[in-house]
């Protein structure tokens, strides 16, 4: 299937729950990280993880969820800490479920993405399938890396190459010695798959493995170490070097999809309706190094 295809039928999933999705039993965790730092790991699934940073004069907020509703709860958990105003949004990609909330979280807040993400959130708002959303596109683009200086924190946004799409950012707290990763990390769970490259993601997470770190923000699931972190980066290698096998054996990509051998993380989550398989997984691999 080719990627627009592909990013297509994840959009279309989202929309879908977006408008049947049930009130969740659970309430949102929210744990301290660090000085100032809060992890806010969503009871929802089909909506991002998020992380803030309460400064002396004002917060900064990573991803805000899947819509309003997500964004409601989100801004709830940050006033039971903080009545500071929200004057930053970090937006990691462009997918839906992780900038939903923007307009609620912070209606007066700069928000900041990769360029790559502010073109493909302006393209969301032209796409008729997606008016059930309200997008809030970057007021401040990147390409490479920028600190923001939230005192007494600095915070150290970078994009680390194409992975998860395009145009992923990371945020890294040093202070903290904590990051949030969007879904270049999801704990124990194999990732829905856009327009990237899986070779560049694997180093993206060695550097990632290099830095000083106690606590990781994956994009969903729950709050990890770098313990977790290593072992989603070993899924990611391990089935790249099946595919890149079977691939020099000049095997069908209909054929990599049974052949590759998975079972070590069994445990591991998998979303067929979101294309987010081993076996779809191995297929995008497949896939880019069939562009190459």
């Not at 928000?111 to 959303?133: C, H, N, W, Y």
């Not at 769970?189 to 770190?213: F, N, R, Y």
């Not at 979303?271 to 497949?286: C, G, L, M, R």
Request: glycine share 6%.
């Amino acid at each position: 299937m080719r990627t627009r295809l592909r990013n297509s039928k994840f959009l279309d999933v989202v929309l879908l729950v977006s408008i049947c999705s049930t009130v969740a039993v659970a309430e949102p965790a929210v744990k301290q990280i660090g000085m100032g730092l809060f992890a806010y790991i969503s009871d929802n699934d089909s909506s991002a993880n998020s992380t803030f940073l309460v400064g002396d004069a004002g917060i900064l907020v990573v991803d805000t969820g899947l819509n309003a509703t997500e964004g409601s709860k989100l801004l709830s958990a940050i006033r039971r800490v903080s009545r500071l105003p929200v004057t930053y949004v970090v937006n990691t990609h462009y997918h839906p479920d992780h900038q939903g909330g923007n307009a609620v979280v912070g209606p007066a807040a700069v928000v900041i993405s990769t360029d790559f993400t502010r073109e493909r959130t302006l393209a969301l708002q032209k796409d008729p399938g997606m008016k059930a959303f309200h997008f809030e596109p970057a007021d401040l683009t990147f390409q490479q890396q920028v600190t923001l200086h939230l005192d007494p924190y600095s915070v150290q946004i970078y994009f680390p190459g194409k992975a998860h799409t395009s145009g992923d950012a990371l945020v890294y707290f040093p202070e903290q010695r904590a990051i949030s990763m969007g879904d270049l990390f999801l704990n124990r769970s194999s990732p829905a798959m856009d327009d990237g490259s899986v070779e560049t993601w694997i180093h993206s997470l060695d550097h990632v493995l290099e830095l000083p770190l106690e606590n990781v923000v994956p994009g969903h699931f729950e709050l990890a170490t770098k313990s977790e972190l290593k072992r989603f980066r070993d899924y990611l290698n391990d089935l790249y070097q099946q595919v890149l096998a079977l691939k020099q054996k000049n095997k069908t990509i209909e054929q990599v999809r049974h052949d590759i051998h998975m079972e070590k993380y069994s445990d591991f989550r998998q979303y067929t309706k979101y294309e987010a398989t081993f076996s779809d997984n191995a297929a995008v691999i497949y896939q880019q190094m069939q562009a190459h």
